[in-house]
């Protein structure tokens, strides 16, 4: 209620709306070094020098108080003030025919029609020294990066072929867009990074559309893995944020509520204990049967599929075994006989290892198709 109550803000960092669009041509991007550190550095920015000299016997809080808005405030302004400066430098330089289409906060997005890499590197340089000689040290404008293909798209959302160097190969850069958002699925991201390659190394747009095409022709026909529609979010914190503001707990409510358990047969027909601890999940396509076995009544009556895909399944197990043997004979430097594929075949101990905790469960997987389901898949040919 307290900050609800006070005026708005005098100044607020520059934030400049970006010229949103598709960016053959390269763009500059360039960094003010510690801005707001310098800013107080280099013009002596402190609560004396805003207000004076200070009462005697002030509480040390209230001092503090008027100490970090005081020098917030300038603070902002001067590095506003900064930005500004600096898009007028490098707009009105007289040989540079320079464009600034975004700015946010400390950096500068600078457009060099027609120029080469090797000339925006240059020229990139070349203003990071001028607009650092024109700011009292150490106030510095830092070059960073030339993206040789861009999309500015909106504030904090932009993607580019990033160049650091002349004799860099390009890396994708981006913020704010599909390709690095957590709450975007791989059928998103997956196609899309593909996608930005092909714009910004080829500019052919028959290209970029056969490519989408032949994709949404993979997804129609089902050739596309399922988990790449898939994405993962969280359902507690978001309700959290608005039952706090009401005092509520949200997550004791959840952790409140009754589990449903199944309960066992009366008469059971199964004698061993291990029995009752068996999955219910056919291994082969992994949806729910009560079929006595590892192996679904859909998968029996599908031999030869189901055959090949166990055969898949332990041929990809035994590829991640090997793949596991050869870091551990490298870290002891040497090898042992009997069965890799065994729970218990390990020589090694080291149970806080990476690799001994996969080895171990991928094993046991290995053993388990190679045995049970392999015999089971063996018996439908035979049905």
């Known amino acids: ?82 930005l500004e400066a600096a898009v007028k430098t490098v707009e009105t330089h007289p040989t540079w025919h320079a464009k600034v289409v975004y700015g946010d906060t400390d950096s500068l997005f600078v457009q060099l029609r027609g120029r080469t890499l090797e000339q925006a590197l240059r020229l990139g340089h070349e203003i990071a020294h001028v607009v650092t000689t024109l700011n009292p040290k150490p106030v510095c404008l830092k070059f960073e990066k030339v993206y040789m293909g861009s999309f500015l798209v909106s504030k904090k959302r932009y993607v580019g072929l990033k160049f650091e160097h002349l004799g860099d190969k390009g890396h994708l850069d981006a913020k704010g867009i599909e390709t690095i958002r957590r709450d975007s699925c791989g059928v998103v991201q997956h196609p899309m990074r593909h996608w930005l390659r092909l714009v910004f190394s080829t500019r052919d747009l028959s290209a970029c559309k056969k490519y989408l095409q032949e994709y949404w022709t993979h997804m129609h026909d089902g ?111 040497s090898s042992w006989g009997g069965s890799w594929d065994s729970p218990t075949a390990m020589v090694c101990r080291n149970f806080s290892c990476a690799v001994w905790n996969q080895w171990l469960p991928t094993a046991v997987a290995t053993q388990t198709w190679k045995t049970n389901v392999k015999v089971e898949s063996s018996v439908c040919k035979n049905d």
Request: proline letters at 5%.
């Open 223 to 333: 050739r596309i893995p399922l988990t790449h529609y898939i994405f993962a979010k969280e359902m507690l914190p978001s309700f959290e944020r608005l039952a706090i503001l009401m005092g509520v707990d949200v997550r004791k409510w959840y952790n409140a509520l009754p589990r449903k358990a199944e309960r066992a047969a009366v008469a059971p027909s199964l004698t061993r204990i291990d029995a009752y601890y068996s999955s219910q999940h056919c291994r082969v396509c992994d949806t729910r049967s009560f079929h006595r076995g590892s192996i679904c009544a859909d998968c029996r009556a599908h031999p030869q599929r189901t055959a090949m895909a166990v055969q898949s399944q332990v041929v990809q197990l035994d590829a991640e075994l090997q793949a596991l043997r050869r870091v551990c004979v490298q870290c002891m430097g």
């Open 1 to 82: 209620m307290i900050v609800a109550g006070q005026a708005p803000m005098e100044c607020i960092p520059l934030v400049m709306e970006p010229m949103s669009g598709f960016y053959g041509d390269p763009v500059v991007v360039l960094d003010f070094q510690s801005l707001y550190p310098s800013m107080m550095i280099a013009y002596n920015i402190c609560y004396s020098t805003c207000l004076g000299r200070l009462n005697n016997g002030m509480d040390d809080e209230v001092e503090t108080a008027l100490g970090v808005v005081s020098n917030h405030v300038v603070d902002v302004n001067c590095g506003r003030t900064t």
